[in-house]
């Protein structure tokens, strides 16, 4: 479903990935750890190409996003190109990214409308169904002021599902939620992933990687250090550096 090929990313001198390579398949779980500033965000946006990369390259479902080969060199693909790949790549961030203008129900609505040229009235039974499913039908015409940190996100769940992406990137997606809402939105998260959907999950939730991840890639200094099944990373990492990091977040 996706596959990152030795992908290099710097930000001007600064090397920020270093070769890393992953591939994810379909119906997959991958949870990325690692220490802040290790490169996790910077490796989920270029899977979607949010930023770009200097070289390497990344497919998703087989097809390349972002640089392509013309003419025996490397260009940037065209802005329609990309934004269809880009529309089955779901992504939600740490800080929920709504349109505060646009009630809930709106939110889900616009990309699909936009982006797909949906027509409202098509998309509003799915938007509605996706509502049910974050169990948040009943604040369909609120506004994202009037909703807590984790019924914001969970807005933010189903507004990235009304494209029908075939893969869902997770940046952090509970870091700014109080205690007390953690839980919901993992909740959320872990009947998608029993429902099949292609994941990508960068989170310091141990437990949520512990219970539903099929696998668990380290990052560390911009390279991936290390990936393994829950239980081996968790219970016998074989890198230094893991165990380092894991004895400060478990
Ligand atoms: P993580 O998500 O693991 O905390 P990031 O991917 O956000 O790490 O950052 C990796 C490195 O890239 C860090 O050193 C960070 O300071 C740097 N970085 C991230 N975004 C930018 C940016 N837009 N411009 C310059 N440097 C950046
Ligand atoms: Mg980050």
Do not use: W
């Amino acid at each position: 479903m996706i596959q990152v090929k030795h992908i290099h990313k710097f930000y001007g001198k600064h090397h920020v990935l270093k070769d890393v390579s992953l591939q994810v398949s379909k119906g997959e779980v991958v949870v990325i750890i690692g220490p802040s500033g290790s490169g996790k965000s910077t490796l989920l946006r270029c899977m979607n190409y949010l930023e770009q990369i200097q070289d390497g390259a990344i497919e998703i479902e087989g097809k390349p996003i972002g640089l392509i080969e013309r003419n025996g060199e490397k260009v940037e693909m065209p802005q329609k190109q990309l934004d269809q790949i880009r529309s089955e790549v779901g992504m939600v961030f740490q800080n929920f990214n709504l349109f505060p203008h646009l009630s809930v129900l709106d939110n889900i609505l616009m990309a699909p409308m936009t982006v797909k040229r949906t027509k409202r009235s098509d998309v509003e039974p799915l938007a509605k169904e996706l509502l049910v499913k974050v169990g948040l039908a009943e604040k369909a015409h609120m506004y994202p002021d009037h909703l807590s940190g984790g019924q914001k996100q969970r807005v933010a769940i189903a507004r990235a599902l009304a494209m029908q992406p075939k893969v869902m990137l997770f940046d952090e997606p509970t870091s700014a939620l109080d205690p007390e809402l953690v839980g919901e939105v993992l909740a959320v998260m872990k009947q998608l992933a029993a429902e099949g959907m292609t994941m990508v999950v960068v989170t310091h939730e141990m437990g949520f990687a512990k219970e539903v991840a099929d696998r668990v890639v380290v990052m560390d200094a911009g390279s991936l250090i290390e990936e393994g099944a829950p239980a081996k990373i968790f219970t016998a990492p074989e890198q230094q550096r893991t165990q380092a990091f894991l004895s400060k977040v478990l």
